[in-house]
């Protein structure tokens, strides 16, 4: 073969890697407050300028702790609200606006079809699939990390969650219907660290319960995911499903750990007992989805459960990519 017909085989290889690269959907992660009289008075021009749109941007809207503490969103879910906050170094007002992970100033026009000009027509080398799954009092999300493409670090952060994508509630700032609530993350309170899949086609599974908690509207509901760049925060890819359309199987089955919590009822203490020496993230919260407790613990450690009050509670846990619920009787 000579070196002309080397060359050109080398170009074309190359051409066909790079129309591999699938669409980056684009994310806009919107903190606003129910009490921001600022967020008043721009949030309905962003969300006109935001429907004015080509179809297909992902949106969700965190309520966080700062400046207003008393904001019902917040308060009903005020530790990963402020998480989501505090992990783009934006805590402490309202509103904020990032695109693909990008702070877009407050000093920036909105209203303005342009704020989304730099993101458009991005590509990624990888694409995210999703399943959501209701059953009974719980809510299993699966997520697919699939590399299509070369290119890209190899160190990668999955944030997922659920949010509820119409809320009908006059705060004191006079807005009366939001949108893209979130609600509850999926895969812990910052999310989870992988390595990217290193071979194109390869992909990496991804899954996590979470209890449906009764204060939302189920129908309403939907799950999201937002893969980044672990050290800048780049995003990579973002997908989200139709609200209410769940599914009745479920992603990344295999393999569960299964943990128990002993004993229970309890009084003093409890244990997660799962797989011998196995980390596990807890969370435990009351039926009005207050969170009491959260702490990582190894299998079968004690955790002080004699300050909580009596009755009964939801137990998140995660553990590596696995997460679920159970219930704890006190």
């Not at 992990?87 to 904020?96: D, E, I, L, R």
């Not at 989200?240 to 569960?256: I, Y």
């Not at 993230?281 to 009351?286: A, E, G, Y």
Request: overall charge positive; aromatic content about 10%.
């Amino acid at each position: 073969m000579n070196t002309f017909k080397f060359s050109l085989i080398l170009l074309i290889a190359s051409v066909s890697e790079t129309m591999a690269q699938t669409t980056k959907k684009m994310l806009v992660e919107h903190f606003t407050n129910t009490k921001c009289s600022i967020c008043a008075s721009l949030n309905p021009g962003f969300y006109t300028n935001l429907r004015n749109q080509p179809p297909g941007i992902r949106h969700i809207a965190y309520h966080p702790s700062s400046p207003y503490v008393s904001c019902l969103f917040s308060q009903q879910n005020k530790a990963e609200n402020d998480a989501r906050t505090n992990y783009y170094n934006v805590y402490g007002g309202t509103p904020k606006i990032l695109i693909n992970g990008t702070v877009i100033q407050v000093s920036t026009n909105y209203n303005s079809p342009t704020i989304f000009d730099p993101f458009e027509n991005q590509t990624s080398a990888f694409e995210v699939r999703m399943k959501q799954e209701k059953t009974g009092d719980s809510i299993r999300v699966g997520v697919v990390v699939k590399r299509v493409a070369d290119g890209g670090t190899a160190s990668l952060l999955l944030y997922g969650g659920l949010a509820e994508d119409t809320v009908n509630y006059t705060g004191s700032n006079g807005e009366s219907r939001h949108y893209d609530v979130f609600r509850k993350a999926v895969f812990g309170i910052n999310g989870t660290a992988f390595n990217a899949p290193a071979t194109i086609g390869d992909s990496i599974e991804f899954t996590g319960t979470v209890w449906a908690n009764t204060i939302w509207n189920i129908n309403r509901i939907f799950a999201f995911s937002v893969v980044q760049e672990s050290g800048n925060k780049k995003l990579v890819q973002s997908e989200a499903l139709p609200a209410g359309n769940f599914s009745v199987t479920s992603v990344g089955q295999k393999d569960k750990i299964n943990p128990q919590i002993i004993p229970n009822p309890t009084t003093e203490y409890a244990m997660i007992q799962g797989p011998l020496n196995a980390k596990i993230r807890v969370q435990i919260f009351d039926m009005q989805g207050r969170i009491h407790l959260e702490k990582t613990v190894v299998s079968g450690e004690k955790i002080a459960v004699a300050n909580l009050p009596t009755g009964v509670f939801v137990v998140s846990w995660l553990s590596g990519n696995q997460s679920g619920i159970l219930k704890m009787i006190r």
